[in-house]
């Protein structure tokens, strides 16, 4: 079983091995697709984590990792951009933003933050690495009441979704901040912060907010750790700082797929 998917990652990284980011920005879909949907049935499998593990920790196996998870980021990057460009020109937006394709998996996400965060209606949560649709900020902010910030380091991620969210009428309530971790904290205070999984470095952020976040703050962060997810995601494995304890992991349930995983400041 273990030289089947592994025969299978190595053909998708043959195929997309010397791809640039520009012609994964602009390779027709159906090019693509079908890798992604490969990608798609081979994290459904029931594989053992320990399969997985050994993988990951194959030194000749890390540069297919990095690819196949940084062609995955871009494309959904892609997608990300090209949806927040038609909500904000669509006549009926929160329609435009529902028919997103991973739209359900946000409004479950949003469900992990909510009760892993302890949140209320009327709290702030700061979102790092909010990107051009910022769709975790809006389902906290449309279904509980919850109020949010989100940073972002791209100048013009950071004006595309101030656009959708002044389309979708929500500049009371959520604000839109072109900038990176080193903003952080803010002011007022804030009850959750939010670590996008495209946020990075992992480390160098995590170090920051250790040194800089008050005494009590809860920070979340979203991981893949269930059989081959997690050799899609190069990301995820980073040193967490001694002031920082984990108090409460929310693992995903259909059609999630990320582990949020929950922190406290001590």
């Given at each position: ?10 053909n ?5 091995r010397h791809l640039?980011?520009?012609?994964i920005f602009n390779?027709?879909?159906p090019?693509?697709?079908p ?36 062609m995955?980021?871009t ?16 006549p009926d937006?929160?329609k435009a ?8 998996n946000y ?6 933050e909510?009760k892993?965060?302890n949140?209320?209606s009327?709290?702030?949560?700061v979102f790092?690495g ?5 769709l975790?900020?809006?389902c906290?902010?449309s279904q509980?009441?919850?109020k949010?910030i989100?940073?972002?380091r ?14 979708l009428?929500l ?7 072109q900038?990176?971790?080193f903003l952080?904290?803010l002011d007022?205070?804030?009850h959750?912060v939010?670590?996008?999984a495209?946020?990075?470095p ?6 920051h907010?250790a040194?800089?976040?008050p005494?009590g ?8 750790e269930k059989?081959l997810?997690?050799l899609?995601?190069?990301r ?5 700082p ?6 409460m992991r929310i693992?995903p349930?259909p ?5 949020s995983?929950?922190l406290?400041?001590?």
């Amino acid at each position: 079983m273990k030289r089947s998917f592994k025969n299978e990652f190595m053909n998708i990284y043959s195929a997309i091995r010397h791809l640039p980011d520009d012609e994964i920005f602009n390779t027709p879909e159906p090019v693509l697709r079908p890798h992604l949907e490969k990608l798609n049935r081979l994290g459904a499998m029931d594989i053992d984590d320990n399969e997985a593990q050994d993988l990951l920790c194959s030194p000749d196996f890390k540069p297919v990792i990095k690819k196949i998870s940084h062609m995955k980021r871009t494309y959904g990057l892609r997608m990300e951009i090209k949806s927040a460009h038609s909500i904000v020109s669509s006549p009926d937006p929160w329609k435009a933003i529902k028919d997103f394709a991973f739209f359900p998996n946000y409004v479950e996400l949003a469900h992990m933050e909510y009760k892993g965060g302890n949140l209320k209606s009327e709290n702030r949560v700061v979102f790092l690495g909010s990107g051009p649709l910022p769709l975790s900020l809006i389902c906290l902010c449309s279904q509980y009441g919850v109020k949010g910030i989100g940073i972002e380091r791209i100048p013009e991620y950071a004006k595309l979704s101030t656009r959708l969210i002044k389309t979708l009428e929500l500049t009371e309530h959520i604000r839109i901040i072109q900038g990176n971790h080193f903003l952080l904290p803010l002011d007022p205070k804030c009850h959750l912060v939010m670590i996008g999984a495209d946020a990075h470095p992992k480390n160098e952020i995590f170090t920051h907010l250790a040194g800089s976040l008050p005494e009590g703050t809860r920070v979340s962060y979203r991981i893949y750790e269930k059989g081959l997810r997690r050799l899609m995601d190069d990301r995820s494995v980073f040193d967490l700082p001694h002031k920082f304890r984990e108090y409460m992991r929310i693992r995903p349930k259909p059609p999630v797929n990320n582990t949020s995983v929950f922190l406290v400041k001590e």
